[in-house]
């Protein structure tokens, strides 16, 4: 699935990367108050673009009360944090990892997902053109994997220090 | 063998236009837009004339090297160590045999490290680099500091990308067996004065390494009038192919360091029991080496030659220069590194309010514009400078005052893009 080179950009994939709904969430991030005291939380990094998230959960039993995340980052990074919360809120812990699958479903194959309440976030599909993207779209979920199982740090990368 | 008096190189008028078609990569499209190359810092272009003598060495002389008593055999060899020859020239090398070809950069100075640093340093001895140091010129020294307890010190950076000269008075001392530092910052363009630091590690009998990656190919480069003892430096950024670097050192030091790898070429004989070495540069050249690539590299050099250091530096920093003010004139533009021309290469580093680098890079991409984003193997610089990562514009040879426009213009759609709130 590498893209031919030749035709790798100009602005028509750029929209395709960029939609309109993504520089909205980037501009006004949802869910990006701290939360007053969250059951779990989690950091993710992105040590190659310097990409950070730090995500905050209100666990109600089997269901995400509430969620906040804080970060700074490139504008995939951020837009795609701001859409995973509001997904994720309300929903169950077994919901929330299907997300996070199919979402990385989505980055490797390039094909929309058909779970519902996704829509938003189908418009991250752009991304899966630019491979050199997708770690910064793929921050927030596999953040939000690591705070379902408890906390911690998670890495785009397993060593950080090469590049 | 010593080496001939560069009077034979015919010095060319430099015509930017004439240069540009030597590169026919500078004719692509990118997209709808033509290409503006300006990621010189990370690997340059190669012209024709470098491209033709790697094609016509595979076409027509093809041979292992040192080996056959047969005429290819004895060709290539001669082009391989024809292409030492310039290289040496080229730095000012005292003779041809002082210069080792490498993969790299990076390869060279782990050479260093290996062949000398492990042979001659001990626990407690100290090595200084500094802050604006690539990963390259820090990693292989961290190894050594882990492996032998010698001693790492860094020469801090200053807000404005420069060295804090009054901490390197301080950090160099009588306990200092090896200042290893760049010529020039990769990151920020930084142009280090050597002299001040060299003469101060001189005092103190400590050897010199200069990482020359981003120095040689853009500035004049003089081993003997610097007086150092180590010059590291790639191919690839100067015209030459990938996978292509050069060591220059003292004779006298490459005759006392070990070997790095063991095999082919590098020895005088191999009994079951022992084997001895080769002389200097063939003991650091073990198997069968680059030879296309070393051949490549000679003809960049002669490229280069042709048209004279000055000439190229002196094009840089006009560049550099108008950048510099077209550049700071964008609004929200923000540019590191030292603020004058003079005291930097050809690499404008910055970030653009409010809009990630990696962003403006993509967008840029889509202008035709290739610039770097990321944090440039130089991770200490970013954390200096607060930053995650810049967005870098590099010049070289065949860029012109248009192509900087053009990254101004499209810089103002990359903040238009991402503004609109």
Same mark, same amino acid.
């Given at each position: ?18 939609? &309109? ?29 310097g990409? =950070? ?32 919360? &509001? ?20 980055? =490797? ?54 590049d | ?11 060319? +008028? ?24 300006l990621d010189n810092a990370a ?25 056959? $008593?047969?005429?290819?055999? $004895? %060709? ?21 045999? %002082?210069?080792?070809?490498? /993969?790299?950069t990076? %390869? ?21 680099i500094s802050e604006i140091e690539h990963h390259s010129n820090i ?8 492996? /032998? ?5 860094y020469i801090p950076m200053l807000p404005d990308g420069t060295l804090d000269l009054?901490a390197a ?7 200092? /067996?090896?200042?290893?530092i760049t010529a020039m910052s990769n990151a920020l363009g930084t142009i280090v004065p050597l002299?001040?630091l ?12 200069v990482d020359g990656a981003q120095s040689v190919p853009h500035l ?17 950024k ?42 200097? +540069? ?29 000439? $190229?530096r002196?094009?840089e920093l006009?560049l550099t220069d108008?950048a510099l003010r077209?550049l700071g004139?964008?609004?929200?533009v923000s540019i590191f590194g030292p603020p004058n021309a003079e005291d930097r290469g050809g690499v404008i580093s910055f970030e653009l309010?409010?809009?990630?680098p990696?962003?403006v890079g ?9 610039v770097r984003t990321g944090h440039h193997c130089a991770q200490p610089v970013m954390a200096a400078l607060t930053v995650p990562a810049t967005a870098r514009a590099s010049f070289y ?7 900087v426009?053009?990254l101004?213009?499209?810089?103002? %759609? $990359? ?7």
């Open positions: 699935m590498t893209s031919d080179p030749l035709k790798a950009s100009g602005s028509g994939l750029l929209d395709d990367l960029y939609r &309109e709904i993504i520089l909205d969430h980037y501009r006004r991030p949802r869910n990006h108050d701290p939360l007053q005291s969250p059951t779990c939380s989690a950091d993710g990094a992105n040590p190659l673009c990409d =950070t998230i730090h995500l905050e959960v209100d666990l109600d039993g089997r269901t995400i009360g509430d969620i906040a995340f804080a970060g700074s980052g490139c504008s995939i990074s951020q837009a795609s944090a701001s859409m995973m919360t &509001e997904y994720v809120k309300g929903r169950s812990v077994d919901d929330a990892r299907r997300g996070a699958e199919a979402f990385q479903l989505m980055m =490797t194959s390039g094909e929309p997902q058909s779970l519902e309440g996704f829509d938003d976030i189908d418009a991250l599909l752009g991304v899966a053109k630019f491979p050199a993207r997708v770690k910064c779209a793929s921050l927030a979920w596999k953040t939000l994997e690591q705070a379902l199982e408890g906390g911690g740090t998670a890495s785009t990368e397993k060593d950080a220090s090469h | 063998m010593t080496i001939t008096t560069p009077d034979e190189v015919t010095r060319l +008028p430099f015509d930017i236009e004439r240069i540009r078609r030597d590169f026919p990569i500078l004719k692509r499209d990118i997209g709808t837009k033509p290409l503006v190359y690997t340059s272009q190669r012209p024709v004339q470098v491209l033709a003598e790697m094609t016509r060495f595979y076409r027509d002389h093809n041979a292992n090297i040192h080996r056959g $008593v047969h005429t290819l055999s $004895v %060709e290539a060899t001669d082009l391989y160590e024809e292409s030492r020859r310039k290289v040496a020239r080229f730095v000012n090398a005292r003779r041809p045999e %002082e210069v080792v070809f490498t /993969r790299n990076t %390869e060279s100075i782990n050479l260093v490290a290996h062949g000398w640093g492990r042979k001659f340093l001990q626990a407690g001895d100290e090595v200084v990693v292989p020294w961290q190894m050594l500091r882990d492996e /032998r307890g010698i001693v790492l010190k009054e008075r301080q950090l160099i001392g009588p306990k200092t /067996r090896l200042l290893s002299e001040v060299i003469a101060q590690a001189k005092e103190h009998g400590a050897k010199v390494l004049p480069v003089d081993v003997q009038a610097l007086d150092i003892d180590f010059l590291a430096f790639s191919a690839h100067m015209l030459g192919p990938t996978g292509m670097g050069a060591l220059w050192a003292r004779y006298e030091h490459l005759d006392a360091m070990d070997p790095f790898m063991g095999g082919g070429d590098m020895i005088l004989t191999v009994t079951m029991e022992r084997s001895t070495w080769a002389d200097v +540069p063939a003991k650091f050249e073990a198997g069968t080496p680059n030879v296309g690539g070393a051949i490549g590299f000679g003809a960049a050099v002669d490229y280069l030659s042709a048209l004279g250091m000055d000439a $190229v002196a094009h006009e108008y077209r004139d964008v609004p929200g309010e409010d809009v990630h990696h962003d993509q967008v840029l991409d889509t202008h035709g514009v290739a040879i065949y860029n012109t005052t248009e192509e426009d053009r101004a213009v499209a810089i103002e %759609e $990359v903040s238009r893009f991402f503004g609109g709130a």
